[in-house]
């Protein structure tokens, strides 16, 4: 090859990366339909450009908040996504599974502007699951979150990055449900002195509700609402009981899906259907006990690792009335279960969205998924809408 050849062939080589560099690879582009069982739909992306995204929040005004776990808050406001986080939020120890985590609205948000959001703090080595409150405003470039109050800190912080739990529920009196993990210290699960492995409910103000089921019980932390969990990552009210439904990754294998109800005892690590990592040892004392619900559903013999967790009730799909979303990080699906009453009979997965965190119902009926994979907020509507 002659000098003036690989001159150009080197100049059309950087000129091809430089281009690779502006619009990425084909691959990482979101999809703009796909087909389920019951469906083909239309996916529009709705925010894109988004580093680890955790979890979004629809508010009623229109906006949407979306928690990137490093620690910022990004909004969407009038339909785009702001370049700027939004300011005002306590500090953020990102650290293995741990960062910023789940965001609400409070029920009254239209009147407070309140917004609610878990997180894990600490100082030096220990960290643990915080829950905090602010006052949301925004302007056309930015937004900011005033009158900042910590409701909530999990005890004991420990010295682990891992299993946050942190997902957040509003239940039908206007309490707050609150997921907390077991931090990879599965046996004080089963030890109600502590917040480890636990649902806690509060007050909108981060009080205690005062029907918890162990208020006044000695040597038992009050905001308990249950406990034996692992980590739960996807919790959602049942739309016609109002009952607590939320999954938990198990071990190696043994994710469940279960009916959280008041001052129950779920079973972890005492009864699971996971084994231990690597070796696939069993754990425990078996699979079922007569004082631990059995899950509706156990994911078996590897792990989906679970996220995000939404029922759908809206009009733009009929035919998914009696179904619950969620998100596979594992397998790197959306997962669809055909419901009859409280029993799962069905499951659909459906590939091509990424790591599925988070999935919620939208007002407009459609139904939004956060893609981690793909840095991207997505919206599934009918084809052709």
Not at 76 to 82: E, I, P, Q
Not at 198 to 219: C, H, M, Q, S, Y
Request: some cysteine; aromatic content about 6%; overall charge positive.
């Amino acid at each position: 090859m002659t000098r003036a050849l690989m001159a150009r062939s080197r100049a059309n080589a950087a000129a091809g990366l430089c281009l690779a560099l502006l619009i990425g690879p084909a691959a990482m582009a979101a999809p703009t339909s796909i087909s389920t069982e019951l469906y083909p739909l239309k996916i529009t992306t709705v925010a894109s450009g988004l580093t680890v995204p955790w979890a979004f929040a629809l508010l009623p005004d229109g906006k949407i908040l979306i928690t990137e776990r490093a620690g910022s808050l990004r909004a969407v406001v009038g339909g785009k996504l702001l370049q700027e986080p939004v300011v005002g939020l306590p500090a953020v120890v990102a650290r293995g599974q741990g960062g910023l985590l789940d965001i609400v609205a409070h029920p009254a948000y239209v009147e407070n502007q309140l917004i609610y959001w878990t997180y894990s703090a600490g100082e030096g080595a220990s960290i643990g699951t915080e829950l905090a409150r602010g006052k949301l405003s925004c302007t056309p470039e930015r937004c900011r979150v005033d009158s900042v109050e910590v409701l909530f800190r999990q005890q004991p912080k420990v010295a682990t990055a891992f299993h946050f739990g942190a997902r957040l529920v509003w239940d039908r009196s206007g309490n707050l449900l609150m997921t907390l993990g077991d931090r990879g210290k599965q046996d004080e699960a089963q030890n109600r002195g502590n917040h480890i492995g636990t649902v806690i409910r509060l007050k909108d103000d981060g009080e205690v509700a005062t029907n918890n089921p162990f208020v006044g019980v000695e040597g038992v932390k009050p905001e308990i609402f249950s406990f034996g969990h692992r980590n739960i990552q996807g919790a959602a009210l049942h739309p016609q009981t109002g009952e607590l439904w939320a999954h938990e990754h198990g071990p190696q294998g043994g994710d469940e899906l279960n009916i959280v109800r008041r001052g129950l005892n779920y079973g972890w690590p005492v009864i699971t259907f996971g084994r231990t990592y690597g070796r696939g040892e069993k754990i425990g004392e078996g699979t079922e006990r007569s004082d631990i619900p059995a899950p509706l559903k156990v994911w078996l013999p590897t792990s989906i690792a679970p996220a995000g967790l939404a029922f759908y009730t809206g009009d733009r799909f009929p035919k998914w009335r009696d179904s619950v979303f969620l998100g596979s990080l594992r397998e790197r699906q959306l997962l669809r279960l055909q419901l009859d009453g409280n029993r799962v009979v069905a499951e659909e997965r459906i590939d091509g969205l990424g790591r599925i965190r988070d999935v919620r119902q939208g007002a407009d009926g459609n139904l939004y998924v956060l893609s981690e994979s793909e840095g991207a907020l997505m919206r599934l509507a009918p084809t052709g809408s």
